[in-house]
């Protein structure tokens, strides 16, 4: 039976990279995409199953790998700057102004600095997931 939801997979990734390819995005988008609607996610076609969670795991080795080689350093060192001032106010920004709104709207400290931390954590593990 796992043969079936393996060949399911490989369609709907197959399927869901060229369509995101035809949509101007990259077929890696497209794959995790399709990966997401047909597991237990969504439509639940394929079940959660631990042989593949294995193979996903070395799959996000392999995206990571494969992203680490496609970047331009020359590209990188040009936008330095810019990414240092983008990330260190995306980080120091949220952390002053989440106090200081919620001791404004009267919430307690410990409370809005635990929710500032999960929503920062959510923001953040967001992008790194793909």
Known sequence: MEILYFGVLIFAALAGGK???KMGLSNVVGQLLAGII???AMLNWVPSLHIIHVI???GVLLLMLN???????KQLKQNMKAATYAAVLGVVLPLVTFPILA?????????????ESYLL????QSPLRC
């Open 56 to 58: 996903g795991e070395y």
């Open 121 to 124: 954590q959510l923001l953040y």
């Open 67 to 73: 992203a680490g080689l496609e970047t331009d350093v």
């Open 103 to 115: 001791l404004m709207f009267g919430i307690q400290l410990q409370t809005a600095i635990f929710g």
């Open 19 to 21: 369509l995101a390819e």
């Open 38 to 40: 047909v597991g237990p």
